[in-house]
């Protein structure tokens, strides 16, 4: 999943997310393949900052196992 947040006075909230899926799924189902930079990038673009000011964060959050 790669998500994006608002963040103010101390809290985070969660603005936007997009599903991440392997290459093999968009494979098998005649997809077209987005990587996680993708997807962020495309989250990016589309968010308007409601000041002049705008910081951007990105991170990554990985699982070493498939979770059901």
């Given at each position: 999943m790669v998500s994006t947040h608002v963040v103010s006075e101390g809290y985070s909230y969660a603005f936007d997310y997009r599903s991440y899926f392997r290459d093999y799924y968009f494979k098998e189902n005649?997809?077209?393949?987005?990587?996680?930079?993708?997807?962020?990038?495309?989250?990016?673009?589309?968010?308007?900052?409601?000041?002049?000011?705008?910081?951007?964060?990105?991170?990554?959050?990985?699982?070493?196992?498939?979770?059901?």
């Open positions: 005649g997809l077209m393949f987005k990587s996680k930079n993708d997807l962020a990038i495309e989250l990016i673009d589309q968010y308007e900052s409601l000041s002049n000011e705008s910081l951007c964060l990105v991170g990554q959050l990985e699982f070493q196992q498939k979770i059901d």
